[in-house]
């Protein structure tokens, strides 16, 4: 089974600081994603990794920046955070996979890490 | 850009009554179709995808999903939900080599 786990079910920190989220996954996967979920709006992409030191902007990078040092591992970081960052936030983990000329990754899903800034 | 659209936010029903939760796409190109659930208090899990063949694909716990290519449609379904059941569900889209597009879910409570 493949297991993604991410540092912490929940956190609050305060306006301003800087916070680190973290992401394991034990499958060598090559692609790896942070999400955010909001009520009402679904998962949004917020960064995506789909090699070691590569990163990409998903549709909501602004505020956020990311760090992927290990295959295994990729970091969301929040360098000053602000209450509109409070949120749920998905750790997300997949293999390339080609069938014939055509992509069919699956994405699998860590616990979680819920958000809360004061 | 793609969209995925999922037609109920929420939705009601009591036990053994038939499900059916739409998911429409906008992406006029090939594509891989997903449905997420996600339990109370757990992760995302995984529930069906679709690549590509027979266009009824049975998933885990009794659901299946029909892709309608002509109507940009992957429907979520299962004849008979139980109070298990009860999670929010995502679509989702991609097109083989972009990310996945989710829709905003759908809340679905069953009632004993």
């Known amino acids: 089974d493949v297991k993604v786990t991410q540092s912490s079910r929940y956190l609050v920190k305060r306006t301003g600081e800087k916070v680190f989220l973290e992401c394991v996954q034990d499958?060598?996967?090559?692609?790896m994603f942070w999400y955010r979920q909001d009520p009402g709006l679904g998962l949004r992409l917020i960064y995506f990794?789909?090699?070691?030191?590569?990163?990409e902007k998903g549709d909501i990078p602004e505020g956020y920046s990311v760090s992927r040092e290990k295959k295994e591992r990729f970091s969301l970081i929040l360098e000053s955070a602000s209450t509109n960052q409070t949120s749920m936030y998905l750790c997300?983990?997949?293999?390339?996979?080609?069938?014939?000329?055509?992509?069919?990754?699956?994405?699998?899903f860590g616990p979680g890490t819920r958000l809360t800034v004061l | 850009a793609q969209s995925v659209s999922q037609h109920n936010h929420h939705v009601i029903l009591s036990e053994a009554a038939s499900l059916e939760l739409g998911c429409n796409y906008s992406?006029?190109?090939?594509?891989?179709l997903f449905w997420y659930v996600q339990y109370p208090g757990q992760h995302l899990q995984l529930l069906l995808k679709?690549?590509?063949?027979?266009?009824l694909v049975k998933g885990i716990t009794g659901f299946e999903a029909v892709f309608i290519k002509s109507k940009f449609s992957f429907n979520l379904r299962k004849p008979s939900v139980q109070w298990s059941d009860t999670a929010e569900y995502f679509c989702?889209?991609?097109?083989?080599?972009?990310?996945?597009?989710f829709g905003k879910g759908t809340m679905l409570l069953v009632s004993p």
């Open positions: 997300a983990s997949s293999f390339r996979v080609w069938e014939g000329a055509r992509r069919t990754d699956t994405q699998y």
């Open positions: 499958m060598d996967h090559e692609n």
């Open positions: 990794s789909y090699d070691v030191k590569m990163k």
């Open positions: 992406y006029g190109g090939t594509v891989n």
């Open positions: 679709y690549f590509s063949g027979d266009p």
């Open positions: 989702a889209v991609n097109s083989g080599y972009s990310t996945l597009t």
